[in-house]
């Protein structure tokens, strides 16, 4: 009589899991503009862009603008706009400028631009 060869599946490990998936956590970004200037534009623009490619489906990002809103400039300790605050997942960030340098800002919010 043959026997049979049964695979045992394992589960894999966290350390495993956490290699071999890309971080899931949900992003809470804040950019702060000044009205519908070029800068402001061309940092939202680039903002969408970026998170689009890079955090399809996982992000959250509030606009706002520090003409309508000037005492959140103080709240938020503001000294230049565009402003980009990266609220999560920790460490906070802040990026500042029109969002141009993709590889800045993927740095400043913690993510890696794939070579291939």
Request: one cysteine or more; a positive charge.
């Amino acid at each position: 009589m043959k026997k049979k060869k049964t695979k045992v599946k394992r589960s894999p490990t966290k350390l495993e899991l956490t290699i071999s998936e890309p971080s899931m956590d949900k992003y809470i970004l804040r950019l702060y503009i000044t009205g519908t200037t070029s800068r402001s534009v061309l940092a939202l623009t680039n903002l969408k862009k970026i998170c689009e490619e890079y955090l399809e489906g996982r992000y959250e990002l509030e606009v706002i603008d520090l003409y309508q809103m000037p005492s959140l400039a103080k709240d938020e300790q503001i000294i230049a706009a565009p402003t980009l605050i990266k609220k999560l997942p920790l460490p906070f960030r802040r990026i500042i400028g029109d969002m141009s340098n993709i590889e800045k800002v993927l740095l400043g919010l913690d993510l890696r631009k794939v070579k291939g």
